[in-house]
C-alpha cells in the first residue's frame, strides 16, 4: 500500500487543523492506520491509531483528547482531527498502515509538516 499524507501547513495556537492519508489499493479496510509525528530533534512518537473497522487508540499523554482519528474505507482516507493547537504539536505528521494482526507499521507515508506559532 502506498500512502500520501497532506494536509500540513502553518497555523496560530488556538487553531485547528485536518490532516489527510490517501492510500492506494483496494484492500484498504484490512489495515490498520495510524498517525505518528516527529519534532525536530526528537524521536518519531504514536499520536493515534485506527483499526480497519474503525476502533480508535489515542495517545492520551501527547494529545489528551485534542485530536481525533478516523478513516473513510470508501475513500480509502485516514483523517486526523487536530484542536486547540500548540506550538509543542509542531512537527512532521506521517501516516502509517499494517495489515490487521501484524504489529509493526510497515508502510509509511512522505510526512506532512505542521508548524504551530505562539
Known amino acids: 500500500v502506498q500512502l500520501q499524507a497532506s494536509g500540513g501547513g502553518l497555523v496560530q495556537a488556538g487553531d485547528s487543523l485536518t490532516l489527510s492519508c490517501a492510500a492506494s489499493?483496494?484492500?484498504?479496510?484490512?489495515?490498520?492506520m495510524a498517525w505518528f509525528r516527529q519534532a525536530p530533534g526528537k524521536e518519531r512518537e504514536f499520536v493515534a491509531g485506527?483499526?480497519?473497522?474503525?476502533?480508535?487508540?489515542n495517545d492520551p499523554n501527547t494529545v489528551k483528547g485534542r485530536f481525533t482519528i478516523s478513516r473513510d474505507n470508501a475513500k480509502s482516507t485516514v483523517y486526523l482531527q487536530m484542536n486547540s493547537l500548540k506550538p509543542e504539536d509542531t512537527a512532521i505528521y506521517y501516516c502509517?498502515?499494517?495489515?490487521?494482526?501484524?504489529?509493526?507499521?510497515?508502510?509509511w507515508g512522505q510526512g506532512t509538516q505542521v508548524t504551530v506559532s505562539s
Open positions: 502509517a498502515a499494517k495489515k490487521r494482526g501484524t504489529l509493526r507499521y510497515m508502510y
Open positions: 489499493g483496494r484492500t484498504f479496510s484490512t489495515y490498520d
Open positions: 485506527i483499526s480497519g473497522s474503525g476502533s480508535s487508540s
